[in-house]
């Protein structure tokens, strides 16, 4: 199954192509402009090679650099996906054990602690609900619990006991 990418007003969403009508990510503009900047790179490349293109419609296709049993257009090869991070992890200053994985993670823990609403960003990221987001996260959420706790004595005058 695939992906289709739907235009809402001034924004985008990606639309998982399943009988899921709920199986949808939103995406802000930054997104979709790499996202179509990518699809206009494929198609430069599809173009040039032409019949040596097998069509699988991915975005992040294999090219024609190193043709992998005489086609491109198919899935990237996993190693070459490997290697490309190794590259872009270090140019960007991360940490050596930083995976691909741990910046969906970080997009959570971010999303948490700005104060978004975890059952949007549970269903963002596809877990099953927001109890599993919220305990699979509750270690970031100290500090967001701490100022809960804080503003509830606030409320009810027990700051000015301390």
């Not at 007003?9 to 979709?32: C, E, F, H, P």
């Not at 991070?85 to 940490?95: A, F, H, I, V, Y």
Request: glycine share 8%.
């Amino acid at each position: 199954m695939g992906w289709d990418v739907v235009e809402e007003g001034n924004t985008y969403r990606l639309r998982k192509l399943t009988k899921d009508a709920n199986a949808v990510i939103y995406v802000d503009q930054s997104v979709m402009n790499v996202l179509k900047w990518q699809r206009e790179r494929r198609q430069v490349e599809r173009e040039r090679l032409g019949a040596v293109w097998t069509d699988h419609d991915l975005v992040f296709a294999r090219d024609g650099f190193k043709l992998y049993r005489g086609e491109a257009g198919g899935p990237q090869d996993t190693e070459r996906v490997s290697a490309r991070w190794r590259t872009l992890r270090t140019r960007l200053k991360l940490p050596e054990g930083f995976r691909i994985h741990d910046w969906r993670n970080s997009k959570v823990t971010n999303d948490l602690e700005a104060g978004e609403n975890p059952v949007e960003v549970s269903a963002n990221v596809r877990h099953h609900s927001p109890g599993c987001t919220m305990a699979r996260y509750s270690r970031s959420r100290m500090n967001g619990a701490r100022k809960l706790a804080a503003s509830g004595a606030n409320r009810i005058g027990l700051s000015s006991l301390v």
